[in-house]
Every structure is written in C-alpha cells, then in structure tokens.
C-alpha cells in the first residue's frame, strides 16, 4: 500500500476483507504445516473483527482515526491493505510484566492502579530508575509515555508532565503505558545496525526442520543400500555363471536368509522415511520376495524366477560385484555422503554457539559462530570434528551481524532496498535522538522512534497522512528540549545520514525504485535538515485519485533546476523551464483544498495531457499512466538527492547507468513467455529512467561512448531481449544525436519510441 497514503478510494468495499478472510481459512483448513496454520486463524480472526467493525460502523475506513473513541496517535492493529481490526496494539489483557509490576508495587493488577501509581512520588522514583538503567524496552510507542512524564517531572517541566498525564488519563485503563524490563541496556551501537537480533536468528533456526527429502536419501545410502548388497551376496552364492539359484540352496544358506528376512522387518520398523523397499517391482522388493518365498519351502514359478534373475543381473551390472574396487568405491563415496551432518543437527549446534550471546541486539563479529565443528563440540554433539557450517545456517546468522549498512550491503545481508529501508529506522533514531541533549532522553526518544515506525500504515482516504512521529503527545511533550530549539543546530549530522543513505539506496539497488518506507525516512531527516526539498512516495495506480498534494510540484521543479536543457528532459519531452517559471504556471499551479487537503491542481492537470487521459478515468492503467508522468517530472527523488542532498555515488554517473541498463535486461528477459509481464515492463521502464537519468549528468563525450558501447552488451543477451530493447535503445540514440519523438512518442516509422512503462492499449514490448 502506499505509505504516505497521498491517493486513495472514496470508497471501499467490503469484497477485500471478505476475500482475506476467505483465503485465511481455507489455509486454517488445509495447509500440512500446523505453524502455518494456526498462524492463518490468528488472520482470520483479525479479518471478522474487521468485518465486524464495517458493518457496525464502529471502523471507518479511510479516516486518520479509524476505531471509534481512539486519537490519532494510538496504535492500531492494522491488517493487510491498511485495514485497522479496531484494536490497539498497546491495548487487550494485561502483559506478564504489567501483572509482575503491579505486585512488585503493591497496587491491583489494573492499568488504571499501575498509572495512578506512576503519578505518586514512589511511584516516579520507580520509573526515574528505569530512566537511569537504561533497562527497559518499548515494544510500542505507547509504552514510553509515563517514562517520558518522569523526565519531565525531574527536569522541572510540571506543566509540560501534567498537560501530558491529563491526555493519556482517558486511556488509562485500556492501554499500556509503562515500559517492558530488559536484563541490561540496550548497548549504543553508534552507526552500526542489524537485520535481525540474536533472539530472531534463535527462532529461525528452530523452525528449521530434518529435511524430509535429504533425510530421506540419507536412509537410503546408509540403510537399505547395504542390506540390498548383502541380499544380492546371498543369491550370488546360488549363481552358476552369472545365473542365480543354478545351485541348490543348503541349509545354512536358508537359516542365513531367515537372519536376513528378520532384519529387515527390524530395519523397516525403525527407518521409516524410505519406502523404496517395499516396492515389489522394485530390485530390492524382488531379492527380497523371492527369499521370502524360498526360506518358506514354496518354489518359484517361472516368472518370479525371471524377476530374480533380471534384477541380479542389472544390479551387477549397474554397479559392478560386491566387493570389486568399482562398487567398494561408490559405496564408501556413498557412506561418507550419508555420513555428514544434517542441515538440522548443525542448526542444533548453532543453537548452542548463539545461546551465550545477549539475545536483543545484533552480533558485532559472526566469524567465530561460523568455524567448523571443534573436536569439544564433537565429543559433546556427536557431530564429525571439522564439520563446516553451511551456507543455509550461516546467512540465518549473518542476518543478525551488527554493522554499518554499507558493510551489510557489501555482505549480502542487504539484498533489496525494500530490506535496506526496514533497517533504516535504526539508525534515523538514533540520528533524530542527538537532537536531545539529555543522555537519558535521547536514549528514550531512539527506543521510541525504533518502536514507532513498527507501526502499520493505515488506508486513508482524501490526500490524509499518516501521523508523524512528533504528534504522538509525549514527543510533542519534549519538543522543546531539542539542541536545535536552543540554538544548537543539529541538522549537520541529519544531513551527512541523509546523503549516506541517499548514496547507498541508489548505488546499491540500481534501477530500483526507492520504497516508500525508504522516502519516510528521507522525509524525516529532510525536515530535521530544513532543505525544503521534499520526497515524494509512489502512488498505487487501483487507488489513484486523479491529484496530487503540493511537494510534487516542488519536487518536479528541483528536477528543473538540476536537468533544465540535459539528455534526460529532450528524451521525455519535458519542458522544465515552464514548469520552474512562475509567471508562467501560477495559475496553472495555484493551490486548492481538495477533500480538506491542499492540492496542486495545475501539476495533476499537466501530468494528465502528458500521459494523454485528460478526462477522468477508473482504468488503472490510465492511472498508471498519469503517475508515471509525474514521476518522470519528479524524477521520483533522483534529483533531489543530487540538487539537494548532494550525493554523489561512488561508481560515477556512467557507471551508474551501466548498472541500471544490466537492471533493464535482466528484468526485460522475464518479460519472454510471462503470461502477466505488464509489471515487469513497468519495473523495466523504471529502471530506463534512471539509466536516462544518470547518463543526462554525464558530459556529452562519455553519453555518446557510453550509448555506443551499448551494442556489445546486447551481444550477449538472447535475442527476444534485444528484439524488444531495440526500439528503445534507438530512441535513445536519435535523442542524444538532437532527434526528438513525435508527439506519440515514436519516431523513425515506430522503429525507435520512447520507452514507457504504462500503456492503455497493449504495451508494444509485449
């Protein structure tokens, strides 16, 4: 969904919610796995609760406060599609803590008891010691109020604590505002940041399961291979020439088969997984019939005798006599093969190795968890000293290396901007936090900011937004205690975080859109930077509401200022200039209130002739084609970062459009023989964008080398890629030579066009 929430339905049905819980138990139902499906009746049961709340009204959806006789600060339970169940996250049955500080405080085990208390002077004294130990956790927003009305309190702010306690009074009762215990304090991990904890890397390796097919296989090689070897043994000593029961069976050769028919049941009651023994066309099931019908005194008929024969005979022949060097060899490779550690008994092992760790935070150096098996290890687990960690196990436990960002992208721990943008909050936290100049505060203010953006995005409707971290009340609360109230500017820090995470976001995932959660985070070191130069969040095309709020506008004109007269705006068709005049757009542009919210009709209005839907439409691809209008105005934060922030990635402009046009090809190679490749082609157009936009910041020398040397990468792509690029890559080419598009986007008898990701009649790279 889209996170800002800019453009969403004026109405909404209730065929979603009806189809979520429709999909939730049918998997209750039947899925094999009892985890997954206990985890679909949780879903289920938040999906009545939602349905439950449309039809009564107590939810409207859409608003800022969703749940009837609930703030817009409170957190909400949020599902899927941005749909509140109408619980709060802070709320329901008291937590074990909240149940063991009420003893512990002598008070009722009610919340109203616990606040109340927390307002007396023992009761202050509590939560200042837990302000002073730092042992304490915020698990939701909520749960930092009373120790932020603690602070206050000390700090001589009594009208500030009093006006705070008089706004979560009403709440007392229904939600939790008191903090979680921790151990120990959360140890400063300046700019270091991690995927996971040591406590979520524990509960991935749990979950890890035998793998039934690789144990199955296991038995195999190590249980019925070499009793199948000593039954073929046993009929080889009937052969004459090659020919099995030739020779008359004595009586020791039928008591050896009776030990050998006993055996097996034994074996087959034990090891269960492999079932390949019981086939009776199978060799083994035949060797085995066979003695059965023999040691039972009843002669084989002629057919039987035949099977015998012929499964001795491939046997023999597939791998050689029992005991010559050929089958001795295979088996030994076989036995050793089967002899290794499973996957599950060295996720034990590492169990052990994690279980000494502090079990909240990240690991600073995983290198000594991923040796090799220790011969201690081995005497005490049974596992083969020298045994490697693999790679399955080691990237469970490399999630949780504690580092700087740009070290986990360089390690693969940061595969995709959608992962880099969840771990960004970490470290905006803590750069937000150096505002406050109190070490007790700001260490409160980054627990509540991390806890903060876990927060759920709802569906709002009429261009609302969602709340912002300085509305909760007790960050409102502190707002004057920032450095920068008090003249000391902290935008330099926030600045320098921005430009690094700029940097890292477009150098590391080329001709990847950046994530909304990810513009969230700019947008929040933005306004500590005081730029003026904001991000804007890509809009859902189903959801699109024709309009567009006032920053696009302002984005769209930074790009002016930055590709004015450059490659990237003659291959769009973009007049900057124009839209950077505001003579010539004020009244194009002028600012409206459109369901409440300020609007820049002009901008919506210019983005819709370009896209050539300039009368209201519901189709979605009409939708699509306005926003990516807009975004190709807005170069979609790209010109921002650079005008602005003033990144300046390491691989250089050119680098970097050879980066996005690999991006490009690869995701053009999905679109051959994809029954729904419309998304693929808009991704893939998204990426030619950033191409055309990195490539309009190199000087015109390295452009047209790089445009030329863009026939020897396309030698090496199949050629379904190549026929669908070359329209495109030719277009590029007549634009960089002073060509231009005709005002369908083609040129050259369609043989070059422009190359855009949304279409209303069929996409020609299709």
């Not at 009610?110 to 023992?122: D, N, Q, S, V």
């Not at 009709?601 to 210019?606: I, K, Q, T, V, Y």
């Not at 209201?616 to 190709?632: C, F, H, K, W």
């Not at 250089?652 to 994809?674: D, E, I, K, Q, Y």
Request: net charge neutral; with cysteine; hydrophobic share 45%.
């Amino acid at each position: 969904m889209n996170d800002n929430a800019e453009q969403q339905p004026p109405t909404v049905a209730l065929s979603y919610p009806q189809a979520q819980l429709a999909k939730a138990f049918v998997t209750a139902l039947t899925h094999e796995d009892a985890g997954t499906r206990r985890r679909a009746e949780v879903r289920g049961q938040r999906w009545r609760e939602v349905l439950a709340g449309l039809v009564t009204g107590r939810l409207s959806v859409g608003s800022r406060t969703p749940v009837d006789g609930f703030p817009a600060w409170v957190t909400l339970e949020v599902v899927r599609g941005g749909f509140a169940t109408g619980t709060a996250s802070a709320g329901g049955p008291l937590q074990e803590y909240e149940t063991e500080a009420a003893r512990s405080l002598g008070v009722p085990a009610e919340r109203r008891a616990l606040f109340a208390h927390c307002l007396t002077e023992p009761g202050l004294a509590w939560l200042g010691g837990l302000l002073d130990s730092g042992r304490y956790e915020i698990g939701v927003p909520e749960e930092a109020a009373l120790l932020t009305m603690a602070w206050l309190v000390r700090h001589g702010e009594t009208d500030a604590a009093l006006d705070l306690v008089a706004e979560l009074e009403p709440f007392a009762d229904r939600l939790r505002f008191l903090p979680r215990p921790a151990d120990g304090p959360v140890p400063d991990a300046g700019a270091a940041v991690h995927r996971r904890t040591v406590s979520e890397a524990v509960d991935t390796l749990i979950r890890r399961r035998p793998n039934a097919a690789v144990e199955t296989q296991r038995e195999a090689l190590a249980v019925w291979q070499p009793f199948g070897d000593e039954l073929l043994v046993h009929w080889l000593r009937t052969a004459r020439d090659g020919r099995v029961l030739e020779l008359v069976p004595d009586a020791d050769w039928l008591a050896r088969g009776e030990v050998l028919l006993s055996r097996y049941r034994l074996l087959a009651a034990e090891h269960t997984r492999c079932t390949k023994h019981r086939d009776p066309k199978g060799n083994l099931g035949i060797l085995r019939g066979a003695l059965e019908e023999t040691v039972a005194g009843r002669p084989l008929d002629v057919r039987r005798l035949g099977l015998l024969r012929h499964a001795v005979e491939s046997m023999v022949r597939r791998r050689g006599l029992p005991g010559s060097t050929a089958h001795t060899a295979l088996r030994r490779s076989q036995a050793e093969q089967a002899a290794l550690p499973s996957h599950h008994a060295l996720a034990q092992l590492m169990l052990r190795r994690l279980a000494v760790l502090p079990q909240e935070t990240g690991i600073t150096d995983v290198a000594p968890l991923l040796g090799a098996v220790s011969g201690e290890e081995s005497r005490e687990t049974g596992l083969p000293a020298g045994a490697v960690v693999p790679p399955v196990i080691r990237q469970v436990v490399e999630s949780a290396l504690s580092a700087p960002l740009g070290t986990l992208v360089e390690r693969g721990v940061v595969p995709s901007a959608e992962v880099l943008a969840g771990l960004v909050p970490q470290l905006v936290a803590a750069t937000t936090a150096q505002a406050y100049g109190d070490e007790t505060l700001r260490t409160l203010m980054t627990a509540n900011y991390r806890a903060f953006r876990n927060r759920r995005s709802l569906l709002l409707l009429n261009l609302e937004r969602q709340v912002r971290f300085e509305e909760l009340p007790w960050v409102r609360a502190v707002s004057g205690q920032r450095s920068a109230a008090l003249g000391k500017p902290d935008d330099e820090g926030a600045l320098a975080v921005l430009r690094q995470l700029g940097e890292l976001a477009v150098q590391a995932f080329p001709g990847t859109i950046l994530p909304n959660p990810l513009v969230r985070e700019f947008g929040v070191l933005e306004r500590q930077c005081d730029l003026g130069a904001p991000f804007v969040e890509e809009l859902a095309a189903d959801i699109f509401m024709g309009t567009f709020s006032p920053k696009f506008l302002t984005a769209a004109r930074i790009a002016g200022e930055l590709l004015g007269g450059t490659l990237y705006e003659r291959y769009y068709g973009v007049d900057y200039a124009a839209i950077r005049n505001p003579a010539i757009t004020e009244t194009a542009t002028a600012l409206t209130r459109s369901h409440g919210a300020r609007t820049s009709p002009g901008f919506a209005r210019l983005c819709a002739e370009r896209a050539g839907a300039v009368s209201r439409s519901s189709s979605v691809a009409a939708n699509g084609m306005v926003i990516e209008q807009a975004q190709i105005l807005t170069t979609h934060n790209l010109a921002t970062l650079v005008h602005r922030v003033g990144i300046a990635p390491r691989p250089g402009w050119a680098g970097l459009a050879r980066r996005c046009f690999v991006t490009v090809c690869r995701l053009v190679s999905r679109v051959h023989h994809n029954p729904r490749p419309l998304g693929t082609i808009k991704d893939a157009a998204y990426a030619w964008r950033q191409m055309v936009f990195h490539l309009s910041l190199c000087p015109p020398e390295e452009q047209r080398q790089f445009i030329a040397g863009l026939d020897e990468v396309m030698a090496r792509q199949p050629d379904h890629v190549a026929t669908r690029l070359a329209p495109a890559l030719a277009g590029l080419a007549l634009v960089a030579e002073g060509g231009a598009f005709g005002g369908d986007g083609t040129a050259d008898g369609s043989r070059a066009r422009r190359f855009l990701g949304w279409s209303t009649d069929g996409h020609w790279m299709r």
